[in-house]
């Protein structure tokens, strides 16, 4: 009689141990398989949701008329954040009454939400003479670009050619629309000689 009540005692002690593990294994498969699975989501989540190669966006303006078109060999867009990359951009102001200009960078990020363009890398932009205004190039390393507002800033080195003159400088401030030009530091301007003739 005691011999059968210690097996029973066994019998149910390793049922009970086998029914904690499979629970245990069935437990650890679960977070194990909901913590890829997050991972997963996660990485999914920042992948891009699509990408154009040799694209072309123009923006109009509240009235229907074409602002500025930006262009480039790649845009990446990516939800996280909702941001682009472009490979080669090229930025042009279509405004009817603004001097044209063209801006060309390595690359940059487009920032949606807010309506900014982050240009980096060889940045140069050319407006051309008008009969208001001179002919103008600026080229720095760094550059943010509010398109809708017609006004960029950096806080890198800057070179501006202003019609024959030619202004230096680290950090600056541009307002296209208004023709102001502030810079923060180290501003130098070099006016060549007139033609005493």
């Given at each position: 009689?005691?011999?059968?009540?210690?097996?029973?005692?066994?019998?149910?002690?390793?049922?009970?141990?086998?029914?904690?593990?499979?629970?245990?294994?069935?437990?650890?498969?679960?977070?194990?398989?909901?913590?890829?699975?997050?991972?997963?989501?996660?990485?999914?989540?920042?992948?891009?949701?699509?990408?154009?190669?040799?694209?072309?966006?123009?923006?109009?303006?509240p009235?229907?008329?074409?602002?500025?078109?930006?262009?480039?060999?790649?845009?990446?867009?990516?939800?996280?954040?909702?941001?682009?990359?472009?490979?080669?951009?090229?930025?042009?102001?279509?405004?009817?009454?603004?001097?044209?200009?063209?801006?060309?960078?390595?690359?940059?990020?487009?920032?949606?939400?807010?309506?900014?363009?982050?240009?980096?890398?060889?940045?140069?932009?050319?407006?051309?003479?008008?009969?208001?205004?001179?002919?103008?190039?600026?080229?720095?390393?760094?550059?943010?670009?509010?398109?809708?507002?017609?006004r960029?800033?950096?806080?890198?080195?800057?070179?501006?050619?202003l019609?024959?003159?030619?202004?230096?400088?680290?950090?600056?401030?541009?307002?296209?629309?208004?023709?102001?030009?502030?810079?923060?530091?180290?501003?130098?301007?070099?006016?060549?000689?007139?033609?005493?003739?």
């Amino acid at each position: 009689m005691h011999k059968r009540t210690a097996h029973r005692w066994r019998v149910t002690a390793t049922l009970l141990a086998g029914t904690f593990f499979a629970f245990g294994s069935f437990w650890l498969l679960q977070v194990i398989n909901n913590g890829g699975g997050d991972m997963r989501a996660g990485a999914a989540g920042n992948e891009p949701d699509y990408i154009v190669e040799k694209f072309s966006v123009v923006r109009m303006s509240p009235d229907g008329q074409p602002r500025y078109i930006i262009s480039g060999d790649k845009l990446t867009h990516r939800p996280l954040g909702d941001w682009s990359d472009v490979d080669q951009p090229v930025v042009q102001s279509l405004a009817p009454d603004q001097a044209p200009m063209t801006i060309n960078a390595r690359r940059a990020r487009i920032d949606h939400a807010n309506d900014q363009v982050h240009l980096l890398g060889n940045v140069d932009i050319e407006r051309a003479a008008t009969p208001t205004a001179e002919h103008m190039r600026l080229r720095t390393e760094a550059l943010t670009l509010f398109p809708d507002e017609e006004r960029m800033q950096t806080e890198r080195a800057v070179e501006l050619t202003l019609g024959t003159a030619t202004v230096t400088g680290t950090g600056m401030k541009f307002d296209n629309a208004a023709r102001t030009l502030h810079l923060a530091s180290k501003g130098r301007i070099v006016y060549p000689p007139k033609n005493t003739r």
